[in-house]
């Protein structure tokens, strides 16, 4: 069986800058990534990002993924491992991953988990039919492959990621005929909402999809009002006409991995569901594998880089590596990492964290 | 709505009202759907049917969410060929 020092399971922001710690301290580091190129979510993220300047902002998400993949490329000490898909862990950190249709194990001496997120769907009549799409997947249609998701879209979620991808159909020139959300208030930055909105995108709040009507495919939605119980009023109907339905409604740690190793899991609404129980230096359960990034809870592609740095600086600590100045390097990645969790907006992390026993 | 038109679980084509009519039959964990309908097993492995069977429950047995287990995670998450386990076994030899 092959071996690693460290093996990385996702090539995104998190694991990338764990990547980036650990060969730093001459680790040796396999990095594993289902896709065909390095940097995750980042391979669609056009905009440019808010945050300080230590994490790149106003610099677009592509152009940090290549950033980071500059630093990390030619190491001699690292393997990069394409189009490979993690099917299997086991609690001696042997790892089974699949290329094409071969099966290939690995043993690691630790394992850094950063495989990010799955998108959650709502339930509603016709969910099934084609144009129903999650809102990454209509970020991956245009950004990566240039391919148009459909002519006139009805938005549901105003989190971030529903504003951005609605700016994103806009300037792709498909029209974006309403954005809904099912919460009394808009859920992300209000400079995306007022964006959106100056162009014309009608957002309304307390509003969900009743169902998809079309026979093959989406031909029009019909959405109606909330009560305070979340509960659709009869009466409230109005149909709108698209073709397409995109949910932005919420992401869902990918913890699957962790739990067939046996890993100690726990429900935290605030950060997305069922995430694993961690340590402030992101261990879980399992000696000597560590989860960062969106596995270990939803945040931003900004934190992301901060807690796989976090990550990357235990895991080379626990593997015997002298680590300069880690105490002060940890308490500066800490603080960094308190400014992106403050304000409102960080409020929910910060409960979500509280309920971990991350933060205190 | 109906029920009938709601798919919780697109890898394997079940519906709301599946749910319903194994809630009533009186099986009422993750675990249990998962054995009798594969509610979960499909490529997807549950990361998009698996919070609305969560979710639905809940609801239907009046639950906190928190309080829903959800199912055993076991490898593999994706069809592997017995051969190819095969394979590699014989390489590592």
């Not at chain 1, 030619?74 to 290329?99: C, E, F, Q, W």
Request: glycine fraction near 10%.
């Amino acid at each position: 069986m092959k071996t690693t020092e460290c093996l990385i399971v996702g090539a995104g922001p998190a694991g990338m800058r764990a990547a980036k710690r650990l060969l730093d301290v001459g680790a040796e580091v396999t990095l594993i990534d289902r896709s065909d190129m390095l940097g995750g979510q980042l391979t669609k993220q056009t905009h440019m990002f808010f945050g300080s300047e230590k994490q790149h902002a106003s610099k677009r998400g592509i152009d940090i993924m290549q950033l980071m993949i500059d630093e990390i490329t030619n190491h001699p000490k690292l393997t990069v491992i394409n189009n490979a898909t993690v099917v299997a862990m086991y609690k001696d950190r042997v790892v089974g991953y699949v290329i094409g249709e071969q099966y290939h194990r690995i043993q690691a001496k630790a394992i850094v988990l950063a495989a990010g997120a799955s998108e959650k769907a709502i339930p509603f009549e016709n969910n099934d039919l084609p144009g129903v799409y999650a809102a990454g997947a209509v970020q991956t249609l245009m950004n990566v492959y240039g391919v148009k998701p459909g002519h006139k879209v009805l938005m549901v979620g105003s989190g971030n990621i529903g504003l951005i991808v609605t700016y994103q159909l806009l300037q792709a020139d498909v029209e974006v005929v309403k954005l809904i959300e099912a919460a009394d208030s808009i859920g992300g930055y209000l400079v995306h909402a007022s964006k959106i909105k100056r162009l014309g995108v009608d957002i309304e709040t307390n509003m969900s999809v009743k169902r998809a009507i079309g026979k093959d495919e989406v031909e029009a939605a019909e959405i109606w009002r909330l009560d305070e119980a979340w509960q659709g009023i009869e009466g409230t109907e109005e149909i709108i006409d698209c073709d397409v339905i995109c949910m932005a409604v919420g992401l869902a740690p990918l913890t699957e991995l962790l739990q067939q190793m046996g890993a100690k899991i726990m429900y935290v609404r605030e950060l997305g569901g069922n995430v694993p129980i961690i340590d402030k230096d992101h261990r879980t359960s399992i000696e000597r594998v560590y989860a960062c990034g969106d596995m270990a809870g939803i945040e931003e592609a900004s934190s992301a880089m901060m807690t796989g740095e976090i990550t990357g600086l235990s895991a080379a600590l626990d593997l015997g590596h002298a680590v300069e100045n880690y105490d002060q390097e940890v308490a500066r990645l800490r603080q960094e990492l308190a400014n992106l969790r403050d304000g409102p907006h960080g409020e929910k992390i910060r409960q979500g964290l509280k309920k971990l026993g991350v933060l205190s | 709505m109906d029920p009938n038109n709601v798919i919780i679980c697109r890898c394997s084509d079940v519906s709301l009202q599946d749910l319903y009519d194994l809630f009533e039959e009186g099986y009422t964990t993750f675990e249990e759907l998962k054995r009798i309908k594969r509610v979960g097993m499909g490529p997807c492995q549950a990361n998009t049917c698996g919070k609305m069977v969560q979710w639905e429950i809940a609801k239907y047995f009046n639950k906190p969410l928190a309080s829903v287990e959800f199912h055993n995670m076991r490898p593999f998450t994706m069809g592997v060929k017995l051969n190819a386990i095969k394979e590699a076994a014989d390489d590592e030899e």
